[in-house]
């Protein structure tokens, strides 16, 4: 006969040999009392454990710390634009009106040069161009470090400092291996013994004659650069030294092509790359 017995710390099964002849078999017990007390153990600890149901809530950053961040992504973002992709160059002189606009007393041209087309094409006629002047067009003046011309330059932008003073803006007019002569009887510039059409040419309302200059050709690797305002133009006809073929510039040297003027609002457009050896085809 058996029987099951059942309380609150345990559980019982026993198994009795029945009443008669024969050995007698061993009880069988088996008893859960040790889970039970595991279990309360367990809950206990449960109970007993520090509790923390409240969520932290974030400390919110000083306005300070904030503008700070937002001022320093916005340089890091100007300076990584600036350096591979485009940047604004102002014109602080008169070398190329009325294409560009650079005088005294008035609102200087700010012009877009973006830096994308000459890592795959070298310029061509008609560009006008940015380029880091040679030691032959600056004095021997050398460009600020990468730092001081970055600051510089934005600085300049809205009028607080002087452009760097190495950097120049100018009209391709002939590419290495072309000769460059002045002129024929309607005083037109001739490259390779043609005479350009030059639409864009500024001779203050005065008669069509330009300065002339010493016959020569540009060597290889270097640029032919002339401004627009023929007559009033610093350019490679005026920085020959020791020879007049040192007046080009090496293509490495350009920083860029001017694409747009984007200040005074009142000057904005394109800015044309009419190519003058064949007539802007």
Known sequence: MSHRVNDDSSSTWETTPPAGDGPAEPTTRFSTSGSR???????????????????????????????????????????????????VFVIPSASMETTLHGCTGCVNDKVLVEKITYLFNDPRPGDVIVFRGPPNWTGGKQPPNFVVGTLQDLGSMVNLSEPSGTDFIKRVIAVGGQTVECCDDEGRVLVDGKPLDEPYLNFGGGPRQQDSFEKVTVPAGKLWVMGDNRNNSSDSRKHGDPTPADGAIPVENVVGKARVIVIPVGRWGGISDFNPQTGGK
């Not at 520090?50 to 710390?65: C, E, H, L, Y």
């Open 37 to 87: 007390a595991s279990s309360r153990s367990s809950a206990y600890d449960e109970d007993d454990a520090p509790k923390f149901s409240r969520k932290k809530t974030k400390k919110k950053q000083p306005f300070w710390k904030e503008l700070l961040v937002i001022f320093s992504v916005a340089l890091l973002l100007t300076v990584v634009i600036q350096t591979f992709v485009a940047r």
